[in-house]
């Protein structure tokens, strides 16, 4: 089993940063890709930006520039530093990881990965 755990959320002001923490615990060798998500009230989640195993990055269009992504170099903590917040990036902020490794993952961990999540509230 895997478990993803989020922490750093808040309440802030517009212009403020936040930095979001994602710890992997158990069989993290299970898991490859990973990314942030987040769920506005009254909207689907979206995916804000992601790490993939081997080191390549995305984000989603409305955080590029002013969001990061990283991953320790043990991968299995994941950081979302956020700059210059604005009222739309308040959320609930989830990390995901992705099933991949050794056959036996297959049988013990989900193809996907989701922590509890953390919100984030940016007010003007």
């Known amino acids: 089993q895997v478990r993803l755990v989020e922490s750093g959320g808040g309440l802030v002001q517009t212009g403020d940063s936040l930095t979001l923490s994602c710890v992997a615990s158990g069989d993290t060798i299970c898991i490859g890709d990973m990314g942030w998500y987040r769920q506005a009230p009254g909207k689907e989640r979206e995916l804000v930006a992601s790490?993939?195993?081997?080191?390549?990055?995305h984000y989603g269009g409305s955080v590029q520039g002013r969001f990061s992504v990283s991953r320790d170099k043990g991968k299995s903590t994941m950081y979302l530093q956020m700059n210059s917040l604005e009222p739309e990036d308040t959320g609930v902020y989830y990390c995901?990881?992705?099933?991949?490794?050794?056959?036996?993952?297959?049988?013990?961990?989900?193809?996907?990965?989701w922590g509890q999540g953390t919100p984030v509230t940016v007010s003007s």
């Open positions: 790490f993939s195993y081997s080191g390549i990055t």
């Open positions: 995901n990881g992705e099933r991949d490794g050794p056959a036996f993952c297959s049988k013990w961990v989900d193809r996907e990965v």
